[in-house]
């Protein structure tokens, strides 16, 4: 299977997606530059994490204009799977492929650190590999990670069963305490109507060894390869 990474002027999180694909996962992968039309004969497309264009105007609106979402928005329209990462999400849900804005930290604060979400859903291309209520720990970093909707679309997002990730403790309950961001309801993770797009901000390219602290990001790039070669 070969997966492409998207690259904009500052990604800063496509070297590790790469890593995680080749090295961890064992899977073919190459780098598409975002002036491109062309995403290689990929079968799975990953919008990296970073600050596309210095996040001028607003983090990720100005990444959606750039040619090769032309591309990935077809992809996505045709069932293909995308993963949006941190930027990746924000650039995903500017474009339209995902619900919902990501807006400045509630704190004002730009955060890095280990944090912990739970599954909500374990029943989608990218999380068959764990188990509902199963708590991971995964590192984020930015300061744009405020996930925010409209209560309807919150209340519909929560009914399909699309919130697919969900800060918490280390006990699994959803607190204000493991919230990092503000993020309503505590969302880390969403995917689309279609099941094939998937945008979060916590980083599981950054969770592929416990010597860096933890593997449980291994699993979510698994769950796409056992869906996608099936």
């Given amino acids: 299977m070969k997966f492409g ?4 002027p500052g990604s800063n999180c496509d070297y590790d997606a790469y890593h995680a694909v ?5 899977e073919e992968a190459a780098y598409i530059w975002h002036k491109d ?4 004969g990929s079968d799975v497309i990953i919008l990296p994490g970073g600050f596309s264009y210095g996040d001028y105007l607003r983090v990720g609106a100005i ?6 979402m032309q591309e990935v928005a077809a992809h996505a329209k045709s069932g293909g799977p995308v993963l949006g990462i941190c930027n990746g999400f924000q650039i995903a ?31 989608t291309l990218f999380t068959n590999r764990y188990d509902r209520g199963e708590v991971l720990r995964i590192p ?28 918490a403790d280390a006990s699994g309950n959803i607190t204000g305490a493991a919230n990092p961001n503000g993020s309503e309801r505590n969302i880390a993770g ?10 979060m901000m916590p980083h ?26 099936a």
């Avoid at 080749?22 to 064992?26: A, D, H, K, M, N």
């Avoid at 500017?94 to 739970?118: D, K, W, Y």
């Avoid at 599981?204 to 070669?229: F, K, T, Y």
């Fill in 5 to 8: 990474i998207v690259t904009f």
């Fill in 22 to 26: 080749t090295e961890i996962l064992g």
């Fill in 37 to 40: 039309h062309d995403l290689q």
């Fill in 63 to 68: 990444a959606r204009f750039s040619p090769i």
């Fill in 93 to 123: 849900c500017e474009a339209g492929l995902l619900p919902g804005a990501l807006l400045r930290n509630s704190h004002l604060q730009f955060v890095s650190a280990e944090v912990r979400i739970r599954v909500e859903n374990p029943d």
């Fill in 140 to 167: 984020v970093a930015h300061g744009d990670g405020r996930f925010v909707a409209d209560e309807d679309v919150l209340d519909r997002l929560e009914g399909e069963g699309r919130v697919v990730f969900k800060y």
């Fill in 190 to 199: 969403v995917i689309n109507e279609s099941g094939n797009v998937l945008g």
């Fill in 204 to 229: 599981p390219e950054r969770a592929c060894s416990d010597l860096l602290g933890s593997s449980d990001g291994v699993r979510l790039l698994e769950s796409i390869l056992s869906r996608v070669a």
